[in-house]
């Protein structure tokens, strides 16, 4: 099992930037992907990107390419997201999410933190 806490969300204006941060807790960490799902009111969740730990494959939605970036330090187990050239349609409730390796898809992910409000004000 692991244990997901997300910081770093807030209130920005569009065109700006803003990281948020995923520290992971638990014995068997390291056998985790590990990804981060957005969901905003009433719309269905999305899978804005994703990372294999120690393999380096990443996944991004076409939504956020180019802009968006995961990344990890495995030495901190942690996962992060940084998020440049923030749009209003990115607001959203952020949660980073773990899933088995080799499993990509958004029913794998078996844990997930409690989120984190992003705001992207015009």
């Known amino acids: 099992q692991v244990q997901l806490v997300e910081s770093g969300g807030g209130l920005v204006q569009a065109g700006g930037s803003l990281r948020l941060s995923c520290a992971a807790s638990?014995?068997?960490?390291?056998?985790?992907?590990m990804g981060w799902i957005r969901q905003a009111p009433g719309k269905e969740q999305d899978v804005v990107a994703a990372?294999?730990?120690?393999?380096?494959?990443?996944y991004y939605a076409d939504s956020v390419k180019g802009r968006f970036t995961i990344s990890r330090d495995n030495n901190k187990n942690a996962v992060y997201l940084q998020m440049n050239s923030l749009k209003p349609e990115d607001t959203a409730v952020y949660y980073c999410?773990?899933?088995?390796?080799?499993?990509?898809?958004?029913?794998?992910?078996?844990?997930w933190g409690q989120g984190t409000q992003v705001t992207v004000s015009s």
């Open positions: 638990g014995r068997s960490f390291a056998s985790y992907g």
């Open positions: 999410a773990a899933r088995p390796r080799g499993r990509w898809d958004k029913a794998a992910y078996d844990y």
């Open positions: 990372i294999s730990w120690g393999g380096g494959n990443t």
